[in-house]
């Protein structure tokens, strides 16, 4: 536990100082955010902010996972880490809480962008309580460290790394609904946003607290757990096989 700690505050100062990830995780909402609030009619709700706020969080937990491994390997210190007596799990899960920290700063910036554009802090207007929107959002953002610890075992064994990284990054967000409702998709793309836990916990922004908004969450929570568990065992066996092989370097 102490090493992940250590890996979150160490590779949070490095996305913190880093120009690239922090406008990323500023200016991505922001784009989205105004997008959505001009096809409204100007009006920012709650569901916009938060869902531009994800996007941020998405794409900040896809460049930041994969640079994080990327430079240990362009440095040379990913060597270092297969070869330690630690696992690979501990600093890979911390470096993927470090992005979806950065994430926070999205929906952070989302939510003062319409404050000051749309002279909105975000009504609901129908679209949910905005309590269980919150906790949905944090739902979403466990799911999101839970597919980094998951990615984290390919970026470890291949160099395109960054290049997954920007094919990944809006198919994933369309078809889970983040900013635009999934139910508008063509159903089989539908269904692929249903096999992650991001595509559960979009839908839940939608819904007021009850049964319904507590079932899909606890789906959403059920694959976090999933994605988790398989990639611990994934970046185990890489670990394992690293070592075995001494092949990390030609990869």
Known sequence: MRLAVAAWLLQLRLLSRSPFFVW???????????????????HASTRT?????????????LFGAAEALFMQRF????????????????PVLGFS?????????????????ALLVFRTGGASGGAGDAGAMVIAAVVAMAGLVAVGVF???????????????????????LICGVLVPSATLWPPLAIVGRVLPLGWATPALDLPFGTDWAATLGVSLLLTAGYF???VVLLRRVDALARVRGTLRLR
Do not use: D, F, H
Request: glycine share 12%; hydrophobic share 55%; with cysteine.
């Open 24 to 42: 990323m995780a500023l200016l991505t909402p922001l784009v989205y955010c105004s997008l959505a609030a001009m096809m409204s009619g100007g």
């Open 49 to 61: 902010i938060i869902g531009a706020g994800l996007m941020g969080a998405w794409s900040t937990t």
């Open 75 to 90: 440095s040379g210190t990913l060597e270092l880490l297969v070869g330690g007596p630690r696992s690979l799990v501990a």
């Open 97 to 113: 809480l470090a992005t979806v920290t950065l994430g926070v700063y999205s929906v952070g910036a989302a939510w003062l962008w």
């Open 151 to 173: 990615l984290a075992a390919l970026y470890v064994v291949t160099r395109k790394a960054m290049e997954l990284t920007n094919i990944l990054e809006y198919p994933i967000w």
């Open 229 to 231: 568990a398989a990639g």
